[in-house]
């Protein structure tokens, strides 16, 4: 069932995931418009990837629906519907996941090859296009163990791109890399929104990226989603003064705080409560909970995120 331009190009409702009996997201809901890039974040262990892996099927929901192009995924009875959809949307995961015994050109021939009976010599000049656009022309025949980190992100993005998928999805873009590199990502990514006219998720915990990047952003806190907002909103609220912020909800001053990076405010307070109830009860709910707050660019160095769809151990940033 194709989706008029203006619907909604995913549809989020009432999604409840669970692990081990625990709601790891509990009752989300909103949408993604066709061509709008649209910012998932939160702090570490707040649900975003666990959110990102529900939207592209490959972890199975308990409640509630996800829509891709206006199909119900979960209605899905066989892989093949799943696998025909997974070829209009596009993956880029934290490392790029390359396969390290090709080179960038024949990482990036792959989905071509695997999904297209297209002609070598064709495939051949859509992976120049596609190393073009992400500015890597030059580096085809280079392995990933030659190429930096921002490379490897560009050739994932590249390759994430092969099949002219009409939404790309990235977790993490900027995880590990340094600030300008960071920057340059993030750059590529609003310039091939404008260019291609995809619409992009992206799951990041980097503030200036979010800032950089989104059209509206979705706020995550412990598995709830506590506002979906056009990016201007947020910037109103993070600009908003100290002395006015007495006067805004519990959930917006927790939002503040975590745009801002500010030392003091319910993320510090809650945090600071559950300590104390760990000193009294021996339990408390775990630190990786409670969301870390990022003001500045920050090189994530530690965690996975999710290397590959089938990665479980999918923990950190
Ligand atoms: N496969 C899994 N099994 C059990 N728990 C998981 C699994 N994946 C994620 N979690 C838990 O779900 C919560 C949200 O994780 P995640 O979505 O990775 O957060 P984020 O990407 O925001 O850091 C965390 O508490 C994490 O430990
Ligand atoms: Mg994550």
Redesign the pocket.
């Given at each position: 069932m194709p989706t008029s331009p203006d619907q909604p190009i995913i549809r989020v409702r009432d999604l409840v995931k669970k692990?081990?009996g625990r709601a790891?997201l509990d009752g989300v809901s909103f949408d993604v418009n066709r061509g709008e890039t649209m910012v998932i974040m939160?702090?570490?262990?707040?649900?975003?990837?666990?959110?990102l892996r529900c939207m592209i099927g490959s972890l199975v929901i308990d409640e509630g629906t996800v829509e891709l192009f206006g199909e119900d995924i979960c209605s899905f009875t066989d892989e093949e519907q799943m696998n025909a959809l997974r070829k209009r949307f596009g993956i880029l995961f934290q490392s790029g996941a390359l396969f390290n015994s090709m080179s960038v050109g024949e990482n990036v021939a792959l989905p071509l090859q695997e999904h297209t009976d297209l002609d070598p010599d064709i495939i051949a000049t859509m992976v120049k296009i596609k190393l073009e656009l992400v500015g890597l022309r030059e580096h085809a025949d280079k392995f990933p163990a030659q190429i930096s980190g921002g490379m490897k992100k560009r050739a994932g993005l590249a390759r994430a791109l092969a099949l002219d998928p009409q939404i790309l999805f990235y977790d993490e873009p900027s995880a590990g890399l340094d600030p300008v590199t960071s920057a340059e990502i993030d750059q590529l990514m609003v310039d091939l929104t404008k260019k291609l006219g995809v619409t992009s998720v992206v799951?990041t915990?980097e503030m200036d990226s979010a800032f950089t990047i989104a059209d509206r952003m979705a706020m995550?806190d412990k598995?709830r989603m506590m506002a979906v907002e056009a990016r201007e909103w947020y910037e109103g609220l993070r600009d908003t003064p100290e002395a006015e912020s007495a006067q805004l909800s519990y959930d917006h001053r927790l939002i503040r705080q975590f745009l801002r990076g500010d030392a003091k405010g319910p993320l510090t307070e809650r945090k600071a409560a559950s300590n104390y109830e760990e000193d009294l009860l021996g339990s408390a709910e775990?630190f990786?909970?409670t969301p870390s707050v990022v003001s500045t660019r920050v090189s994530s160095l530690s965690g996975p995120?999710i290397d590959d769809e089938d990665d479980?151990?999918?923990?950190?940033?």
């Open positions: 692990f081990d790891v939160g702090g570490s262990g707040s649900g975003k990837s666990t959110m799951v915990h995550f598995g775990p990786e909970n995120i479980e151990s999918n923990e950190g940033t």
